[in-house]
């Protein structure tokens, strides 16, 4: 209403004004030719600048402008002609010569004999109030050339009263706010509000993602109510937030500058602008203001195989933590993404069975309709043998950075078809969840796919009576954040059944606090406090957990502390360990804790003097300006020594959001029996079980079995290598932001910014009847890259510049326990091992004859390794196991 208000307005004070025979917009005289220097520059550089300038370069010309016709009857509404001649084109910013890629060059030579003939053709502009009507110019004319002019009529755009509209220019349509002030006008462009035919895509998560800034402003100095001098600057800032270094800028400047008058051509006659334009040119057609697609060609570049087999050797399996792997991977996702299926297939088939799944993994990651259709070709999921190859292309979507309806479909229609293996189509329904929550953030819950995916997921666990089939369907529910499936999963966290109640439970700490209900709190305290049944003290600690992170009160608070002594000897040392980690690392509960503990008869020295090896722990693994990792580690032992849950979280926070990198659960039960010991309450008639689940950048993953049942065990334990089963392996598209920047001088800028990162989890267990020793472990090796690229190619200069930055690391959590006496010793390690890294900035101007300039730059360190602080208590420990060890 607001808007509809100010137009109004607007449009009467330009009424008003016409009335009084003030001018809307500049007039030009008739029979006067006004002579114009312009001079339009694209400079790319980082963010901040940098030492050896920046790459890019400055078109410059005169123009001349004079009146064509002039409707009689509204004297701001004129059909101008504009005339661009001696054309030059020179770097930017001050080269040295060896670095100009320019030198001796002249604007026929870059340009081409009929491009610069095109552009110094004669064009015509239709103003009325100051506005382009109309934009002619000849079809025929290269769609560069045309874009060039466009930016010259655009920036002839003005009004001479302030008020705010939408206008049509090379940009798009965009919404544009004018300030006079005394022979003065401020343009103001919000390139937010630009509509154009090219769009891009972004990674939605704010933590992996990226930011622009953008500003365009022009500043109008006016003489007698005509243009004297037009300066216009727009910037554009992109900058990934995880690191703001890796950041560049394009910046894009005009200058039209009134040289002096001069007679000019007499008026044409004529009723109206059509009428007009085709008696000066048949030829000269409306071809519209709004910039046009252009379409450059990559000449002398391999083709999608050619680029395969140069890349091959660095995506072999031995490579994968190095960055070699993951740069490999971006740039093959480049080349994949402007290819055909039967390119794409063409490299599927001929890949080594080694370097394979890594391929999957970029095809996947490509996300174009022709990658998907390859991989849906490719795949035979009747085929139980092609586990690993599937399981793959299902993470790969899992992890897709920009899903679209089609590759769940796709997967709609894989679950209804035939699968080989039971793995692969709990794998398939699990991902589904993952795309339903990225479609949904991304505005498309009630697409039909969508819809028919929630209405499955949902009705999934209360449709069948197999165990497996009903965790298959709450994983997927967990990995789609439906708040519809609160209340089902409220349901499963009192079941009978302890691996719904687990899943159920670490599902409803994933949900925003305010969706947690009174309802849903209290289901939650019941299974915690056992008000209806007996649960695993693993529920108990799962149950605990969401009551701690849901905005507890001081009752809930107060009650969860006089549990602590009435609990299994290792469940009360793991509370206490938690309320003291939350209190120490000042967690959203802290503040209602320290209020609780406070009354004695909740806090006093017998609650809080309870001995035991369980343990929960939270720390930094790295603060900067742009985000926080934290980790932690939480531990729970059986009243016999033998690991019950171990649970390591990596999580990173930046621009207000919170993202759940890594989450490595290890559960085992049902193990007493090994050694002769006694299970805790509620726990004598569980099976032999140890497994491992993975979270992994908010996607739940299939969890992995080490062993189900006694026999299973026990064959396992004499088969144990030492070696530890992998849980995910691969390549993952982490950032991926592709965007064209439409520049108002006509001039158009590609932005690619892209992190991949290569990654290897594993995990294994191993127990020693002899030593009494069981021991755990989780090891994580990967690789990152992140490149952001920006670009502006017109087909007759190609200039741009790349940053980037790596890393290789290695992050290991080991947990040896003792259990040959009680108290038993337990020595827990997370140890980084050193790593490199290193950021790169290049920079290249290129021309259409091959010649071209690159300049490089790159810094390079050493980050030492450490072993991550844990409580004092665990360091005593870990020198007892030493030594006893020796």
Not at 504 to 519: G, I, N, P, S
Not at 634 to 651: H, K, Q, W
Not at 796 to 802: D, I, L, N, P, Q
Request: charged share 20%.
């Amino acid at each position: 209403m607001l808007t509809l208000v100010v137009f109004l307005l607007c449009t009467a004070s330009s009424v008003s004004a016409s009335a009084k025979g003030g001018a809307a917009g500049p007039r030009l005289n008739n029979n006067q030719l006004y002579k114009f220097s312009y001079s339009t520059e694209v400079l790319v550089d980082r963010d901040r600048g940098s030492r050896e300038g920046s790459a890019g370069y400055r078109i410059s010309s005169d123009v001349d402008v004079s009146l064509v016709w002039r409707d009689p009857s509204s004297k701001d509404d004129q059909l101008i002609r504009l005339a661009i001649s001696n054309v030059r084109i020179e770097p930017a910013s001050h080269r040295p010569e060896k670095k100009n890629v320019l030198r001796g060059s002249t604007a026929e030579s870059v340009l081409g004999k009929t491009k610069l003939a095109a552009l110094t053709k004669p064009f015509l502009v239709h103003l009325r109030n100051g506005k382009a009507k109309g934009f002619y110019s000849y079809w025929a004319e290269p769609a560069t050339i045309k874009n060039l002019k466009r930016g010259l009529a655009s920036l002839l755009q003005v009004q001479l009263n302030t008020g705010k509209v939408i206008e049509n220019d090379v940009s798009g349509r965009c919404t544009v706010e004018y300030k006079a002030v005394k022979g003065q006008v401020t343009r103001t462009k919000i390139l937010d509000t630009c509509k154009t035919a090219e769009t891009g895509f972004t990674t939605h998560s704010q933590v992996l993602g990226v930011t622009r800034k953008s500003s365009s402003v022009t500043v109008f100095t006016l003489e007698d109510g005509f243009i004297r001098l037009a300066v216009a600057e727009e910037m554009h800032s992109l900058a990934v937030n995880a690191r703001r270094t890796v950041a560049a800028k394009v910046v894009s400047r005009q200058t039209l500058t009134l040289t002096g008058t001069e007679a000019g051509p007499l008026e044409a006659a004529g009723k109206d602008v059509p009428g007009v334009v085709k008696s000066i040119d048949a030829k000269l057609a409306a071809v519209g203001i709004v910039a046009e697609k252009v379409k450059t060609q990559c000449k002398g570049c391999p083709s999608l195989f050619e680029h395969w087999q140069a890349q091959q050797k660095q995506l072999e399996p031995e490579t994968l933590s190095k960055a070699v792997a993951p740069r490999s991977f971006l740039a093959l996702i480049q080349s994949i993404r402007k290819s055909s299926k039967d390119e794409i297939l063409k490299v599927l088939k001929s890949a080594s069975k080694k370097s394979l799944p890594q391929v999957v993994d970029a095809v996947t990651s490509s996300q174009t309709a022709a990658s998907l259709d390859a991989m849906l070709d490719f795949l035979n999921f009747t085929d139980a043998k092609g586990l690993v190859l599937q399981e793959r292309f299902l993470y790969a979507c899992g992890f897709a950075s920009h899903p679209n309806e089609r590759m769940l479909q796709a997967l709609v229609d894989i679950s209804k078809g035939k699968i080989g293996s039971p793995d692969i189509k709990e794998s398939v329904v699990i991902i589904m969840g993952a795309l339903v929550h990225k479609l949904c953030q991304n505005g498309g819950c009630n697409l039909p796919t969508v819809v028919q995916v929630k209405k499955m997921i949902l009705d999934g666990p209360g449709s069948t009576q197999v165990e497996s089939e009903v965790q298959m369907y709450l994983l997927a529910l967990k990995n789609s954040l439906l708040p519809e499936a609160i209340p089902i999963f409220t349901k499963y966290a009192e079941s009978e059944v302890g691996a719904y109640n687990t899943i159920a439970l670490t599902a409803l700490q994933r949900y925003d606090v305010k969706l947690m209900t009174d309802e849903v709190k209290r289901t939650v305290n019941r299974v915690y406090h056992q008000n209806r049944r007996i649960y695993e003290k693993n529920v108990r600690a799962a149950a605990a957990d969401v009551i701690l992170s849901s905005n507890p009160s001081y009752i809930e608070i107060k009650n969860l502390l006089l549990s602590i002594g009435n609990l299994p000897h290792e469940m009360n040392k793991y509370m206490l360990s938690k309320i003291q980690d939350i209190i120490r690392f000042q967690l959203p509960a802290s503040k209602v804790i320290r209020q609780a503990m406070k009354d004695t008869i909740s806090h006093n020295y017998d609650r809080f003097a309870k001995v035991g090896s369980s343990s929960a722990f939270s720390g930094f693994m790295a603060q900067s300006a742009d985000v926080t990792s934290t980790y932690s580690l939480d531990i729970l032992y059986s009243g016999s020594g033998i690991l019950r849950r171990s649970n390591m979280n990596i999580y990173g926070a930046g621009k207000g959001a919170t993202l759940h990198g890594l989450q490595v659960a290890i559960e085992a039960q049902g193990l007493e029996s090994l050694i002769a010991a006694t299970p805790d309450e509620g726990e004598k008639d569980l099976d032999s079980f140890a497994g491992m689940s993975a979270l992994l950048f908010d996607v739940q993953l299939r969890p992995v079995t080490f062993f189900k049942g006694y026999s299973d065990l026990m064959s396992k334990m004499f088969s144990m290598t030492g070696e530890p089963m992998n849980v995910v392996k691969g390549l993952i598209l982490l950032t991926d932001h592709s965007e064209v920047i439409q520049l108002q001088s006509g001039l158009k800028a590609s932005a690619e910014f892209q992190g991949g990162l290569a990654i290897d989890i594993s995990g294994g267990m191993e127990i020693s009847l002899w030593y009494r020793e069981s021991k755990t472990s989780v090891n994580n090796r990967g690789a990152l890259v992140v490149t952001g690229n920006v670009t502006v190619d017109m087909d007759f200069m190609r200039t741009g510049m790349e940053v980037s930055f790596e890393t290789e690391a290695s992050l290991d959590f080991i947990t040896t326990v003792q259990f040959s006496e009680y108290p038993f010793l337990v020595c827990i390690q997370m140890d980084k091992t050193t790593f490199p890294f290193s950021e790169h900035l290049t920079k290249y101007d290129s021309l259409p004859s091959g010649k071209n300039v690159v300049s490089r730059k790159s810094k390079k360190q050493l980050v030492p390794g450490s072993e991550f602080p844990l409580h004092q208590e665990n360091s005593n420990m870990c020198k007892r196991v030493f030594d006893s060890s020796w």
